[in-house]
């Protein structure tokens, strides 16, 4: 699978859709060896509109120029970070998560 296949992906959980996928969020696991370090995924960022990612300004330290912080500020309320261990499927062009799963908070510089 491509990361372009998630990008705007619905996210379902149970029967009901909660949104769509804006980005993928990867950790570097380990030091780095002649390369680079292990990427694993952390998870998917799902917010409820599907036409603008945060081109990484959500990050904490990152800094977005001022205009457009305070738009992706709005959107980053509406967003949240799902856990890859709570992605049951990807599968269907879609992204099913597992009921109840938790919510983690995606945040944006001031």
Same mark, same amino acid.
């Given at each position: 699978?491509?990361? %372009?296949?998630?990008?705007? /992906?619905?996210?379902?959980?149970? %029967?009901?859709?909660?949104? #769509?996928?804006?980005?993928?969020?990867?950790?570097?696991?380990? /030091?780095?060896?002649?390369?680079?370090?292990?990427?694993?995924?952390?998870?998917?960022?799902? @917010?409820?509109?599907?036409?603008?990612?945060?081109?990484?300004?959500?990050?904490?330290?990152? #800094?977005?120029?001022?205009?457009?912080?305070?738009?992706?500020?709005?959107?980053? &309320?509406?967003? #949240?970070?799902?856990?890859? /261990?709570?992605?049951?499927?990807?599968?269907? @062009?879609?992204?099913?998560? &597992?009921?109840?799963? &938790?919510?983690? /908070?995606?945040?944006?510089?001031?």
């Amino acid at each position: 699978m491509l990361l %372009s296949d998630l990008l705007g /992906a619905p996210v379902v959980e149970g %029967s009901r859709q909660i949104g #769509h996928v804006l980005d993928v969020r990867f950790v570097l696991d380990g /030091a780095p060896g002649p390369l680079l370090a292990t990427p694993r995924m952390l998870g998917v960022i799902v @917010g409820a509109r599907r036409r603008l990612g945060f081109l990484g300004y959500e990050r904490e330290d990152m #800094h977005a120029p001022a205009l457009l912080a305070r738009v992706l500020r709005r959107r980053v &309320r509406e967003a #949240h970070l799902v856990d890859v /261990a709570d992605v049951v499927e990807f599968a269907d @062009g879609r992204v099913v998560v &597992r009921e109840g799963h &938790r919510r983690w /908070a995606t945040t944006l510089a001031e």
